[in-house]
């Protein structure tokens, strides 16, 4: 296939950009972590690029731009480092089908922080490249091609130790688009299964080359990245257990850069994991005033089953959950269930209206200083509403209970 060229003027401004890059190489400690993401795409070799869509998404990024000419511009406002995705759709698919959801067949990665980048794509979007990376992609590229290997790696193993039988029953690999449906299932179950069984060795190779890098690069963006991803699953067993074990975890937070650890996501994926590691201990004491300035000690609350819940007046998610934690408490509260709540507001008469129209007749808490709370710092609550059930000798039970979970724990300590 015959290719333009890269226009001179898109080379000029990738080469002002790649020495700009090079000064910012020198000192990653002061590139900023927020801010604005401008991109420049030349969409010069594109294949059927015109009239067509490019998706981005990833978190809180959810744009979509469409095509007309051969360069594409897109400004895209940074809250902090994330992995987004770059989607195509052409114009002869969203014809056929105007909601057709994004293929992944075409697609493109890339790790979102501030700065000005210019992408070349060479005929489809997954062959792109970013002209001028910063010194965050390159580490970021550099971890998810550590990651890719180890499946590849595996992958591999499988269909080597599959071939000679493939050989022997005249079976192709990959397949023959003429290739009976039935046998395709049948070979491709068998490789799912085999593949299956070497989950534990993935997970073993995950842990150490993954764990080595995020160890070895606590400054980088792409190591909150991979830890946030990991928080989901830490301390889950069987087939939704996470590749980090709770110790590596923590390990690995700990030893992140304090601008790092200071993101919301960082702070948000810890308090999930810390959750996790308090199921089963003693819950933490701590003693707050009541609205008539009386002090209210959660030690006071052994031997009754308690919901310590963290809310706010101002939480429209924390309001919506009140009338079934109202339903809850009439129902349990006179074989032993207590809740204290720990209130994240700032005024204190917003909060006891709250209190009063919501009907929430359990005992109630507050600094008056929204994240500042004493008690929001020592069960590293990083957003609301949030809870911990507790049981009559005054360890966590679980946390973060959905209403029905709630019921179900309360019908197993109280029934």
Known sequence: MIRKPI???????????????????????SMSLSGEMELIFDLSNMKDAQGGII????????????IHNDEL??????????????????AQTLKEDPNIAIPYSDYMAMLAVPGKYYITVD??????????ESPYQKKFNEL???????GKNLQEEVLDEMKPSLEHAGIEFPFHDDLDKQVKDSVIKIYSEKLRKRYPRFTAMYQEQVFNFVKQHPDEPASLIELVNNSRTVGRVGSNSGQFEMEQFIDLYTNLSERLKALPSARSAYAQVFGVSLVGKQAPAFTQNGPMDQPVSLTEFKGKVTLL??????????RSTNPGLV???????????????????????KWLKAVEKDGLEWIHVSELNRFEN??????????????FLIDKSGKIVQYNLKEEELNKYLKQLLE
């Not at 700009?20 to 190489?25: E, L």
């Not at 511009?73 to 052409?90: A, G």
């Not at 007046?313 to 924390?318: F, I, K, L, P, V």
């Not at 339903?327 to 008469?349: C, M, N, P, R």
């Open 7 to 29: 226009s001179g003027f898109f080379l000029a401004l990738c080469f002002i950009a790649n020495m700009s890059m090079g000064q910012q190489q020198l000192s990653m400690d």
């Open 55 to 66: 998706k981005v998404s990833g978190d809180y990024i959810h744009e979509k731009y469409e």
């Open 73 to 90: 511009s897109m400004t895209l406002q940074i809250e902090e480092p994330r992995k987004i995705m770059f989607s195509f759709l052409s």
């Open 123 to 132: 005929s489809v979007l997954n062959n792109s490249r970013v002209i001028n």
């Open 144 to 150: 998810q091609e550590i990651k890719n290997s180890i």
């Open 309 to 318: 819940e963290f809310w706010a007046s101002w939480c429209g998610a924390c």
């Open 327 to 349: 339903k809850t408490y009439e129902q349990y509260h006179d074989k032993g269930f207590e809740i204290l709540a720990v209130s994240l507001d700032v005024d204190k008469e």
């Open 374 to 387: 004493s008690a929001v710092k020592l069960y590293h609550v990083s957003g609301i509403p949030s809870n």
